[in-house]
């Protein structure tokens, strides 16, 4: 009997690589591709409309990341199966994105050799991680143990960084700062930062001229730019104040804010 046709939702904010992954999947005749979108929020949107079979979705986007568009997907159409191909290797974040019940994880450096095998392996009722982020490559679904290898890796591989950098003047500290919020929210992840009024204004200066959505980053709280001289304030109150961690309120609240949305929260 001839096999049935699977209809795909591909969602990436970069269109070469839609192109890319569109080509990939052509040379699947199963396999048709119903609609593309290019942030997590059409996703959802074209995911209740469409119902597709199969769902190829990036972490890093905009207005939405992928992992709550992924939860907001499941909701609205239960059945769709969801991969991820993101450029992100953290095993904590992939955890995170397998938990919302998707069944794959490529790492888009990979996804020319392993897309085609990870949708066929999700079809067939598996799950697929990338071997580049983890030693299971397809495992049963009926395998529980799929989450706890995912678990146990990321507890051997993820630590907490502390990291000194030191700018010439600046324009290098801003354009440090830049790459780091950039490259930070592109993963889905929260960074607070802590600047003079100087600083932020050049800060959101060049953040917009990059193309970078400010405002929704401010709504989503993936983004949150606190000011030194308040900072400051509330390191002298809470010197007069009892502490359990020893950290400003201030501070505080931003961390907790980003915290209780974000899986990982950087501060700069």
């Known amino acids: 009997m001839e096999k049935p046709t699977l209809r795909v939702l591909i969602v990436d904010d970069y269109e070469p690589f839609r192109r890319f992954m569109a080509t990939t999947l052509q040379t699947n005749a199963q396999l048709r591709i119903v609609k593309e979108a290019c942030d997590g929020a059409e996703a959802v949107q074209l995911t209740e409309e469409l119902q597709p079979d199969l769902i190829l979705l990036d972490i890093g986007l905009p207005i939405l990341n992928g992992i709550e568009a992924a939860r907001r997907i499941r909701e609205v159409s239960p059945t769709s199966k969801i991969v991820f191909v993101t450029a992100n290797r953290s095993p904590d974040i992939a955890e995170e994105a397998l938990k919302t019940g998707a069944r794959g994880y490529v790492v888009k450096s990979n996804a020319g050799s392993e897309l085609l095998s990870a949708i066929e392996a999700v079809l067939c009722g598996k799950h697929f991680v990338s071997p580049a982020l983890n030693d299971c490559n397809s495992i049963d679904t009926t395998d529980r143990a799929l989450h706890e290898k995912v678990v146990a890796r990321s507890r051997l591989q993820s630590v907490d960084r502390h990291e000194l950098r030191l700018y010439a003047d600046d324009t290098a500290f801003v354009d440090g700062i830049v790459k780091s919020i950039e490259a930070t929210l592109e993963h889905g992840n929260a960074i607070v930062v802590i600047v003079t009024e100087w600083h932020r204004a050049n800060l959101l200066q ?16 993936l983004l949150i730019l606190l000011d030194v001289d308040l900072s400051i304030i509330a390191v002298d109150a809470a010197t007069d104040q009892d502490s359990s961690a020893g950290m400003p309120h201030i501070m505080v609240e931003a961390l907790q804010s980003a915290k209780d949305w974000h899986r990982h929260v950087a501060v700069g």
């Open 206 to 221: 060049k953040l917009r001229a990059d193309g970078v959505d400010i405002d929704s980053a401010f709504e989503q709280r």
